[in-house]
């Protein structure tokens, strides 16, 4: 289940289920959407992104919607692994001018065997 | 090749002391980046290189000082830091400052005692 810790919001899951991790962006302006996977003491590792003229885009086991309505993103894991263990941050910027990334909280996703 | 490298991993210091972070990325970015980051919470933006040029400075204390040798190194200056300023830095490049995805380095663990 999904809990809200004291800083960070924790997502629990089994082995092998599909996980669903939501962000909500706070520009209405922003064109650019990246989700990145930070493991303990490693820096963010780029997974998948997607521009707004989007409203879904899939990699390996992964894929990531948009609904520019609500402002909301949402990366889908699917058959979670342990190594999928890490905190996942949502980023948003404008593909234009000198705009810079602006990261959400994160959440921590716990895959447990 | 998605390689951003960073020295040291680790680094101790106390606060009058003077060290050097370093950054290095062989991918042809024109785009370099100084984020903060301390536990649990997403990363900081400190300064945008673009080109060689300091573009973005987020208003750091004058104790953090960049630098970019040239278009694959990026130097990050330490001067009289406190206690506070222990956190992971880390380093990203993109392929120019229009183009947003950013891809991050390893970190350096900075503690200062």
């Known amino acids: 289940g999904e809990s809200v810790g004291l800083h960070l919001p924790t997502l629990s899951v089994q082995e092998g289920d599909n996980s669903i991790i939501n962000c909500a962006y706070s520009?209405?302006?922003?064109?650019?959407f990246i989700w990145y996977k930070q493991e303990s003491g490693k820096g963010p590792q780029f997974i998948i992104d997607i521009r707004s003229n989007m409203d879904k885009r899939q990699g390996q086991r992964v894929t990531v919607l948009l609904n520019k309505t609500v402002k909301h993103l949402s990366l889908q894991i699917a058959a979670t692994q342990p190594g999928d263990s890490a905190v996942y941050f949502c980023a948003e910027t404008m593909n234009s001018g000198y705009s810079t990334l602006t990261f959400g909280k994160g959440t921590m996703l716990l895959v447990s065997p | 090749d998605t390689e951003v490298t960073q020295t040291p991993k680790h680094l101790v210091m106390g606060m009058t002391n003077k060290k050097s972070l370093k950054c290095e990325q062989h991918?042809?970015?024109?785009?370099m980046y100084w984020y903060k980051q301390k536990a649990k919470k997403p990363p900081e933006l400190m300064f945008v290189?673009?080109?060689?040029?300091?573009?973005i400075n987020e208003s750091v204390p004058s104790r953090f000082s960049p630098e970019c040798p040239n278009s694959s190194l990026l130097n990050l200056h330490l001067h009289a830091l406190q206690p506070e300023d222990s956190a992971l830095y880390l380093c990203a490049s993109s392929q120019d400052r229009h183009t947003d995805t950013q891809y991050f380095g390893p970190g350096t663990r900075l503690t200062v005692l």
């Open positions: 520009n209405s302006a922003s064109d650019y």
């Open positions: 290189y673009s080109y060689e040029k300091l573009s």
């Open positions: 991918m042809g970015h024109r785009a």
